[in-house]
Each structure stands twice: as structure tokens, then as C-alpha cells.
């Protein structure tokens, strides 16, 4: 599978997740996984900002091999450890951050509250957001007009 295709299923989640969210506000992980085409585990990714999980070393050697970018971003806060016998790192799989300036660029703010509920504004009719929301709408935009070498790779 190549990365072009990849990246187009990724985004394609995210366009689903996008809609979900914007039209059933206040749901919650397990009501979009059953409802839409994305497992409950990767719903989990896009709407949590930290989401540990446990790779062991032999897959961590394979994604260094094929992958150099993807394991540079998992080792970035991994943590080495050793689960039942197997050595790994227990790393942040998280696409959060991925997914706010997603919806940032289709005009939503992504928000979760303590429950884990997630609901998306539309920021240029909301008048509600503080001055670090504000800050945050305008670095995400501000980093999606400069183009890096690595553009494919950003969103």
C-alpha cells in the first residue's frame, strides 16, 4: 500500500468523523464507530489527545525499515518498556492534533469535553472562543499555508 493511498483513506476517515461529529454533536466514541465505517479504536485516535499502546521492538524494527518518518513520529514520547516478557516501547498513537487542523481547514474547531463527548463549532460565526482558542485557530491555519517538503505527509 502506498502512501498516496493511505494518506486518502486517512482523510476520507476524517471527512466521515467530520460529518458524524457536526451533525450528532455531543456523541461519544463507541455511538461513531457504530454508526459510521471507522473502527472504535481509530475514532479513539482522532478524538483523544493521548492514546498509549504497547509495540513491541520486532514491529518497531519493521516500521524503522519501511517507514523512517512514522517511527521517528512514534519514538518522538515512547517510552521503553517491557510487557509481559517483550521488550517495546509504549508509545502515543494519537491523531488529534491531525485531526483539529483537519477540521480547521473546513472551518470547525473540534472540541471534547470531560466525558470524552466531542462536539465541532464553526469558529468564524462563534463569537464564545477565549484568547488561547483563538491563537490555536490561527497557528493551525497560519502552519497549513506554508508548505514543507514533507506536505503529503502533513495533513
Known amino acids: 500500500m502506498g502512501n498516496g493511498t493511505r494518506r ?11 460529518a458524524y461529529i457536526t451533525d450528532n ?17 481509530e ?12 509495540r513491541p521492538l520486532s514491529f518497531m524494527y519493521e516500521i524503522r525499515e519501511s517507514n523512517r518518518d512514522y517511527y521517528n513520529h512514534l519514538l ?17 498513537t494519537s491523531k ?5 487542523r483537519f477540521c480547521l481547514r473546513y472551518g470547525f474547531y473540534l472540541a471534547t469535553n470531560a466525558e470524552g463527548l ?3 463549532v464553526d469558529y468564524e460565526s462563534y463569537d464564545g472562543f477565549g484568547p488561547e482558542e483563538r491563537s490555536k485557530v490561527l497557528r ?8 514543507t517538503k514533507n506536505h503529503s505527509e502533513r495533513s
Open 96 to 100: 488529534r492534533e491531525m485531526f483539529e
Open 76 to 92: 518522538h514520547d515512547g517510552v521503553f518498556c517491557k510487557r509481559d516478557g517483550v521488550e517495546g516501547f509504549l508509545i502515543n
Open 25 to 41: 454533536p455531543g456523541c461519544g466514541v463507541h455511538s461513531i464507530s457504530v454508526n459510521t465505517s471507522i473502527p472504535k479504536t
Open 43 to 54: 475514532v479513539s485516535r482522532y478524538l483523544r489527545g493521548e492514546k498509549y499502546e504497547f
Open 118 to 120: 466531542a462536539f465541532v
Open 8 to 18: 486518502e483513506s486517512r482523510q476520507g476517515a476524517m471527512a466521515e468523523l467530520l
Open 140 to 147: 493551525y491555519l497560519e502552519m497549513d499555508k506554508s508548505y
